[in-house]
């Protein structure tokens, strides 16, 4: 695809924005699992032990934990639950 002009200006921001997007959603996604991390270790539970508890795949709380998954609302809380924490605890320091 070749792009000129107004078209190229148009094209070279809309990936620059795309690109911050990225990269911020990356930072979210990176803090909160650090945090579901931190709290789960906090807690004495293994990855496997809590995946359990709150029925999910020991490898999608990884993955999570990672920052590699976005973990749903309904997952957070769950999660929280089985921890013994509050869901707020989760999001803690994470800016948009």
């Not at 795309?18 to 990855?47: A, D, F, P, V, W």
């Not at 973990?71 to 605890?89: Q, Y």
């Amino acid at each position: 695809m070749i792009v000129k002009g107004k078209e190229k200006e148009c094209f070279n921001r809309r990936a620059q924005r795309t690109q911050r997007r990225n990269y911020e959603e990356t930072k979210i996604l990176s803090k909160t699992g650090q945090n579901i991390r931190i709290l789960r270790k906090g807690s004495g539970l293994t990855q496997e032990k809590l995946a359990e508890r709150i029925d999910i795949a020991d490898r999608s709380l990884g993955r999570v934990e990672r920052g590699e998954d976005q973990p749903s609302i309904k997952m957070v809380l769950k999660l929280a639950k089985g921890m013994g924490v509050e869901g707020a605890e989760i999001l803690r320091g994470v800016a948009l």
